[in-house]
C-alpha cells in the first residue's frame, strides 16, 4: 500500500511569489491533515479535512494560505503571496477514521522563502 | 504556552541498554497519545499510541507508559539499537473535544545509540 506522499519535496522562492504545495493520502483515508514545523520549533497542526470538507482550519496562520481538496482525495496547500516566516518543512498526513486516530505523514516540502 | 513538553532535546544511550524518552502535558482533556519516530528529510513514523484508558502498551521492543494523575508519559526501547537513532516526538490529542484528534506535539527528543 502506497503511503502519503507529497510534491515538491523542496522548493524555494521569493517573498512575494506564489506557491502550491500538493498532497495524496493513503487510498480510503478520508482525514487528511496539514502541519508546518518552522525550524527549532514543534511540529503545528494547521487544518484538517474529512472528505472534502474542512474540518477544523484554526491552525491557518492567515489569508495568505488556502487549502483545498477537491473530491475528497488530493489536496494542495497554496500560500499567496510568501513571505520570509513561512518557511519551513510542510507536512502531510492522512488517517482513517476510526481506527484510534494515528496518523501517517508524508515525507514533507521543505519551503524556502528568500 | 506549550501544551506537550519533552524537556530533554538530547539523549545518548549504548547499544543494548534501554532508552527512556519521557514526555509531560498539561491538558487534562488529552486522551490519546502517540510516539512518532523522525529520521532526517523524512516524515515523522508512526511508532506506538495509548489511550488515556490505560497505563501501559507494548509493541516489541517498545513499551509506553501513561501516568495520568502526573500528566506524564515515557517511551522505552528495549534493548536499544544503532537504527533506533533519530528525533523522537511525543504527541497529543483530545478526539472528542474541539480539536477532535488533531494532533499536538513535542519539539522533540533526539535519540543517539552509539555502538
Known amino acids: 500500500e502506497a503511503g502519503v506522499t507529497q510534491f515538491p519535496s523542496h522548493s524555494v522562492i521569493e517573498k512575494g511569489q506564489t506557491v502550491t504545495l500538493r498532497c495524496d493520502p493513503i487510498s480510503g483515508h478520508d482525514n487528511l491533515y496539514w502541519y508546518r514545523r518552522v525550524m527549532g520549533k514543534e511540529i503545528k497542526f494547521l487544518l484538517h479535512f474529512v472528505k472534502e470538507s474542512k474540518q477544523d482550519e484554526s491552525g491557518m496562520p492567515n489569508n495568505r494560505f488556502l487549502a483545498e481538496r477537491t473530491g475528497g482525495t488530493y489536496s494542495t496547500l497554496k500560500v499567496q503571496p510568501a513571505e520570509l516566516e513561512d518557511s519551513g518543512v510542510y507536512f502531510c498526513a492522512s488517517a482513517q477514521q476510526g481506527l484510534g486516530y494515528e496518523q501517517y505523514f508524508g515525507p514533507g516540502t521543505r519551503l524556502t522563502v528568500t | 504556552d506549550q501544551q506537550v513538553k519533552q524537556n530533554s532535546p538530547s539523549l545518548s544511550v549504548q547499544e543494548g541498554r534501554i532508552s527512556i524518552l519521557n514526555c509531560d502535558y498539561t491538558?487534562?482533556?488529552?486522551?490519546?497519545f502517540l510516539w512518532y519516530k523522525k529520521y532526517p528529510a523524512e516524515g515523522p513514523t508512526f511508532l506506538i499510541s495509548i489511550s488515556s484508558i490505560k497505563d501501559k502498551n507494548e509493541d516489541g521492543r517498545f513499551t509506553v507508559f501513561l501516568n495520568k494523575s502526573a500528566k506524564h508519559l515515557s517511551l522505552h526501547i528495549v534493548p536499544s539499537q544503532p537504527g533506533d537513532s533519530a528525533v523522537y516526538f511525543c504527541a497529543a490529542s483530545d478526539r472528542y473535544g474541539g480539536s477532535q484528534g488533531n494532533l499536538i506535539f513535542g519539539k522533540g527528543t533526539k535519540l543517539s545509540v552509539k555502538p
Open positions: 491538558n487534562s482533556m488529552f486522551d490519546y
